[in-house]
């Protein structure tokens, strides 16, 4: 069976790192990749890394303009396996909550949500006010997976890109990509049994 693309966009919020290290753990797994970066997205990946948008654009297989609204992935006809939108910020989620496809980046996910495909939004903001969480509530009524770049410790993190990888691993499990990018939880160990037990009697 073919394996489906998988659109990724990348728009303007702080966290640009998780989409461009999302799209190098996809190019290293063999995953086709359709990306769409906002015009902010740039803006912050100068900002916030050492990368060149020319860098960026050459992990993924196809790279469209954000104002391409005509592009292959913009048509329900276009099969993917899903998109992310890694990370996303309140702006665009508010379009997609409204379906207001003034862009690609909304259209694509317009698109992945009427075909019923996965739809996972790692949206950042913090703190959030009632507007932020309707809208999140709306989405997801429409089928969106809301998704922040939220750390978990359990696998105990030694590095900010061991935190990164641990999110990015969370949105490919909602598209049903392998990966091994994080320790998964098992239960409790004897070896995490015996450290409480320690910290406990002192």
């Not at 989405?139 to 997976?145: I, L, Q, R, S, T």
Request: hydrophobic content about 45%; glycine content about 6%; overall charge positive.
């Amino acid at each position: 069976m073919t394996k489906l693309p998988l659109v990724v966009a990348i728009t303007g919020a702080t966290g640009v790192i998780y989409g461009v290290e999302l799209l190098r753990v996809l190019k290293d797994l063999g995953q086709e990749t359709h990306l769409i970066l906002s015009e902010a997205a740039g803006v912050n990946l100068a900002i916030e890394t050492d990368y060149a948008l020319d860098q960026v654009k050459a992990l993924a297989s196809v790279v469209y303009p954000n104002k391409d609204v005509g592009a292959a992935v913009a048509s329900g006809s276009f099969r993917t396996r899903g998109m992310i939108v890694a990370p996303c910020t309140v702006k665009t989620l508010s379009a997609i909550a409204n379906s207001f496809t003034y862009n690609l980046v909304v259209r694509a996910a317009d698109v992945t949500l009427k075909e019923r495909r996965p739809l996972v939004l790692m949206v950042r903001e913090t703190p959030l006010h009632k507007g932020h969480l309707d809208l999140m509530s709306r989405a997801a009524d429409c089928g969106a997976v809301i998704l922040p770049p939220m750390p978990a410790f359990y696998h105990r993190p030694a590095s900010i890109m061991d935190l990164i990888h641990q999110t990015i691993g969370k949105a490919l499990d909602q598209v049903g990509i392998e990966h091994q990018l994080f320790k998964r939880w098992s239960g409790h160990s004897r070896e995490a049994q015996a450290r409480e037990s320690l910290r406990v009697a002192k």
